[in-house]
């Protein structure tokens, strides 16, 4: 899942890019609101983290410039105002969440993973094909009942495919959504990616496979 970070803090900007980043995320950072309007505009992401207090346009600004777009991402507000005006300020703007500064990163992360699940509600905190689950709060994976370990970039791919199942997803859809703005990735790192995730999610076990070819379109996780 791919994170959009705008934060003029730079050391708030890398503390929060790094630990998203250690959870598997994707993570972009822009340090003013142009930038940050720009990015959410001509790019696609999962989820922004938006301060408020920014140089060129506040996060108010951005946030309502989004949503007028028809733009329906969703906005966790940052900032180091907690009076109630500015959170319903925010809130009334198009913001999804409101998180006051200084936070626990546990808080943050907590909140995000409730954010990505709001259009899959129905998900929960743990995904799931036929005999694989994946919980996104501990970051285990099984199937049939085993473990599997999984990379960073490995989970990544199937976190995205398992919240997206049933629908194909084309090399760009994964390349947008999994890896950041500055990875060096090409359409064939792609496929070279799903080969090391079929290798230990499917070709261990008996069942059917979960990760499937659409040629000519892309991938899909199995429904059910």
């Not at 309502?64 to 900032?79: D, S």
């Not at 199942?165 to 090409?186: C, E, P, Q, R, Y």
Request: one cysteine or more; a negative charge; charged letters at 25%.
């Amino acid at each position: 899942m791919r994170i959009l970070v705008v934060e003029d803090e730079h050391r708030i900007a890398q503390a929060v890019r790094e630990g998203l980043q250690q959870e598997s995320y994707a993570v972009d950072v822009v340090y003013d609101g142009e930038d940050g309007l720009n990015a959410a505009l001509n790019d696609e992401y999962d989820l922004i983290i938006l301060d408020v207090m920014l140089p060129g346009k506040d996060g108010y600004s951005v946030c309502q410039a989004i949503r007028e777009t028809g733009n329906h991402v969703p906005i966790l507000m940052m900032t180091a105002k907690d009076q109630s005006r500015d959170v319903v300020k925010g809130l009334d703007g198009g913001a999804d969440d409101y998180i006051a500064k200084p936070f626990a990163f546990e808080v943050l992360l907590a909140r995000v993973r409730a954010l990505l699940r709001r259009p899959h509600e129905s998900l929960g905190e743990v995904l799931a094909a036929q005999d694989l689950t994946m919980n996104t709060v501990t970051k285990e994976v099984h199937r049939d009942g085993k473990p599997i370990a999984l990379s960073s970039k490995e989970y990544a791919l199937l976190e995205y495919l398992l919240r997206n199942k049933g629908k194909v997803l084309s090399k760009n859809n994964i390349m947008t959504h999994v890896w950041d703005f500055d990875a060096d990735i090409l359409p064939n790192n792609v496929e070279v990616f799903v080969a090391y995730l079929r290798a230990k999610v499917d070709k261990p076990f008996a069942g059917p496979d979960l990760i499937q070819t659409v040629r000519g379109f892309g991938y899909k996780a199995a429904g059910s």
